[in-house]
Each structure stands twice: as C-alpha cells, then as structure tokens.
C-alpha cells in the first residue's frame, strides 16, 4: 500500500530521480516504499514523535 501511494505521486508528476530528505514516522513499510520507489540513494529521517 504505502510502494502504490509513492508510485501514484510520481505518476502525477513528482520526480522520481531528483535526491530527497524523506521525513517518516517509525513505519518499516514506507521506509522500504521509500527505496523501492525513489532508489537507497535518499536520505530518510525517522521521527518517533513526542512522548
């Protein structure tokens, strides 16, 4: 679900080969969409958010 949600963004127009810092919650599952989609060359953030 989360690899169809990025794919869907780049199928309306956001570019897949340009380097990005992602900034995500804790979810194994959208980090993995994240490589998948936009390739291991982009950074990625993990927030754990206030406890």
Same mark, same amino acid.
């Given at each position: 679900m989360a690899t169809a949600l990025? +794919?869907?963004l780049v +199928? @309306? &127009?956001l570019r /897949?080969?340009? @380097?990005?810092?992602f900034v995500i919650d804790?979810? $194994? /599952?959208? @980090?993995? /969409?994240i490589g998948h989609v936009f390739g291991g060359?982009?950074?990625?953030?993990r927030s754990? &958010? +206030? $406890?």
């Open positions: 990025l +794919e869907a +199928e @309306r &127009g /897949a080969d340009r @380097r990005r810092l804790g979810a $194994k /599952a959208l @980090r993995s /969409a060359q982009n950074p990625v953030q754990h &958010g +206030e $406890k």
